[in-house]
């Protein structure tokens, strides 16, 4: 599968953006899908999963700030991030397991990433 993440771009703190991943096949296949980040220097982290049965996980830096979906009809998995602040700034990317996965991995299917600049 192959997984394009779409969306990113340059805004100031305090506004929005929708991260998109769009799949090359029904992301049904895939229990869980996850966005991941990756800030300059350092290691790639979690930010939000979801899964088919409807559970989620987010990190704590995000809780009420970050909201994941899916539209299986799309094979589309969106990140919308609101109240952003200068810490949210990094490469963000969408990952998939496969059926068996958990919403903690393995994550297999990677995209591309997609880079979110947040300003002060």
């Known amino acids: 599968v192959q997984l394009q993440a779409s969306g990113g771009g340059l805004v100031q703190a305090g506004g929005s953006l929708r991260l998109s991943c769009a799949a090359s096949?029904?992301?049904?296949?895939?229990?869980?899908m996850a966005w991941y980040r990756q800030a300059p220097g350092k290691q790639r982290n979690l930010v939000a999963a979801?899964?088919?049965?409807?559970?989620?996980y987010y990190g704590d830096s995000v809780k009420g700030r970050f909201t994941i979906s899916r539209d299986n009809v799309k094979n589309t998995v969106y990140l919308q991030m609101n109240s952003l602040k200068p810490e949210d700034t990094a490469v963000y990317y969408c990952?998939?397991?496969?059926?068996?996965?958990?919403?903690?991995?393995?994550?297999?299917?990677w995209g591309q990433g997609t880079l979110v600049t947040v300003s002060s």
């Open positions: 979801s899964t088919n049965g409807g559970s989620t």
């Open positions: 990952a998939g397991t496969r059926p068996e996965g958990t919403m903690f991995g393995p994550y297999i299917y």
């Open positions: 096949e029904s992301i049904v296949r895939h229990n869980a």
